[in-house]
């Protein structure tokens, strides 16, 4: 179950739109009800989890594009899959380019997730397989850090023009890794408005949140060197001037401000 310091901590944030958190299960789920409403594609249910506030499940049936693909639901489409489709739409120069990305594409093991529950965090009663932020600035830098402040984890962002649903639901699951990506790159994402330009997604799977939540509670959201009080101004000259003493002792110089 999500705790509630988690909820805090991404209550904390104060993001525009809040995080969601998402379950995949085999069987129907108990207890949440099934999602009621125009039926959309896979990425706006993420944006009506958040406008919504409402915990639902959705099925393949639900879904009005490929997001079911990458989660197994249903097999790769001959046509889509040739490429065709991105060729048509201008993303590629030749079916065979376009034919790549679904060569490489990630996709959970089929038929293991028949049906998607969200939630927003804050109203989560679940323990979440996964994660969605959709954040600005300082928010996205905090997060982000968050994901390295203890692991050290290299930032990586794995996506594609096309299905980057399968890069955001799936690529983290199946790789233990944060991705994130940046709103109006996207095709579906952009062509379906779901949200601005320049927005920082994260999806963070259920093998970093409890690193991530951690390290929301234990590292400084700002920074000493973004700090501007004197105690903090003193404080890093301090750590400063022990690099130039390290340097002496080890027989190098430091160049660092």
């Not at 693909?69 to 490429?83: C, D, F, K």
């Not at 233990?176 to 109006?184: A, F, P």
């Not at 579906?188 to 408005?193: T, V």
């Amino acid at each position: 179950m999500l705790s509630e310091k988690a909820k805090e901590l991404f209550r904390k944030l104060e993001m525009e739109f809040p995080a969601v958190a998402l379950k995949y299960h085999a069987v129907k789920p108990e207890g949440v009800s099934a999602y009621e409403g125009e039926k959309l594609a896979y990425c706006q249910y993420v944006k009506y989890a958040q406008s919504s506030g409402k915990s639902f499940y959705i099925t393949k049936e639900n879904d009005a594009c490929y997001g079911k693909m990458p989660l197994g639901m249903i097999p790769m489409p001959p046509v889509t899959a040739s490429g065709q489709a991105g060729y048509d739409f201008e993303i590629y120069r030749s079916p065979i380019a376009c034919q790549q990305l679904y060569q490489k594409l990630p996709v959970l093991v089929p038929g293991t997730v028949n049906y998607v529950q969200f939630a927003t965090v804050e109203n989560c009663d679940f323990d979440p397989d996964l994660i969605v932020c959709v954040a600005g600035f300082p928010q996205a830098d905090i997060i982000m850090r968050a994901t390295s402040y203890i692991s050290g984890d290299l930032w990586e962002s794995r996506s594609s023009p096309v299905i980057s649903c399968a890069w955001m639901y799936a690529y983290p699951i199946i790789s233990g890794k944060v991705n994130h990506i940046t709103t109006g790159f996207y095709h579906g994402l952009k062509r379906r408005g779901a949200y601005p330009a320049g927005l920082r997604m994260i999806a963070i799977p259920y093998q970093k949140i409890d690193e991530v939540v951690t390290a929301l509670a234990q590292m400084p959201w700002t920074p000493i060197a973004f700090r501007n009080d004197e105690e903090s101004r003193a404080e890093l000259n301090r750590r400063m001037a022990r690099w130039q003493e390290m340097a002496a002792e080890l027989g190098c110089e430091v160049d660092l401000r």
